[in-house]
């Protein structure tokens, strides 16, 4: 009996990741766009808050498409989508493409580990954060445990993009996908393993489309020169919410910053 006792007690901690376990959930999800995946994630969709974990070796193997009909849903209300250090500038045009309202997107660039780590609590504890995209080098279970709680206290998304080296690490985070190259499809092919998602057991590995034009338009530029800060007046407007201690710069996307020759790079 006094077994037993200690096993509740251990499992009522939440310390323990019960797959077969979940607590009835409030929101519903975000569509991916793609009805494959919205069969093996939660509610039918991306979740509306929480940590979210994409693992990758290679940029632009198509993430950023996979994630792109989300976010341009989320762009369409009131609220930001936050880009925190990215490791090329977002092409404005390729965005733009997909429906996402560049007006609602916000560059973010840290000048620390620390620093980025309190930009990326702060916004996903507030209440105009929708999502916040980031690449995490060296994050500890801990600060990962940090974002978690404040995406949920915060009602945000946040999408951490890591190695998939990550995945032999114990994370936090209540949904983790394993992407590849997709030999099915490919090169327009996305290869998905959902490896920890709440509710069920990991996922056997499945391939979605992506758009070919994405590819051909590249939604990286390592041109980072050709977006200028904004004014004074406009960075006061937007900075007031979240930016009090962070000494980062802050640069909303122009569509017209954005040039037709721009130097080819990593993928959307």
């Known amino acids: 009996m006094k077994q037993t006792n200690d096993l509740e007690k251990l499992l009522s901690t939440r310390k323990v990741w019960r797959a077969s376990h979940r607590l009835p959930q409030k929101d519903k999800g975000i569509d991916s766009g793609f009805s494959q995946l919205n069969h093996h994630l939660p509610d039918r969709g991306w979740p509306a808050s929480g940590l979210t974990e994409l693992l990758c070796d290679q940029l632009g193997l198509g993430e950023l498409s996979l994630l792109s009909p989300a976010l341009a849903q989320l762009s369409q209300q009131a609220g930001w989508l936050v880009w925190v250090d990215p490791p090329y500038t977002p092409y404005p045009p390729a965005l733009a493409q997909q429906g996402i309202d560049l007006r609602r997107i916000v560059l973010l660039q840290t000048q620390s580990q620390a620093e980025q780590l309190w930009a990326l609590e702060t916004l996903l504890k507030a209440d105009y954060c929708h999502a916040a995209l980031f690449w995490p080098k060296r994050y500890s279970p801990k600060a990962l445990r940090r974002l978690q709680i404040a995406a949920d206290q915060g009602k945000s ?21 394993r992407l590849g190259r997709s030999k099915q499809n490919a090169p327009a092919g996305l290869q998905i393993e959902i490896i920890k998602r709440p509710g069920k057991w990991a996922s056997e590995a499945f391939s979605v489309p992506i758009q070919q034009h994405l590819h051909q338009h590249q939604a990286y530029s390592a041109n980072a020169h050709q977006y200028q800060a904004i004014d004074q007046m406009a960075q006061q407007e937007i900075t007031h919410h979240f930016i009090k201690k962070s000494s980062g710069n802050i640069l909303p996307l122009r569509e017209s910053a954005a040039q037709d020759n721009t130097k080819p790079c990593p993928l959307l």
């Not at 998304?157 to 996908?177: D, E, N, V």
């Open 157 to 177: 998304w946040g999408i951490a993009f890591r190695p998939i080296a990550s995945q032999a690490h114990a994370s936090p985070a209540p949904l983790r996908i």
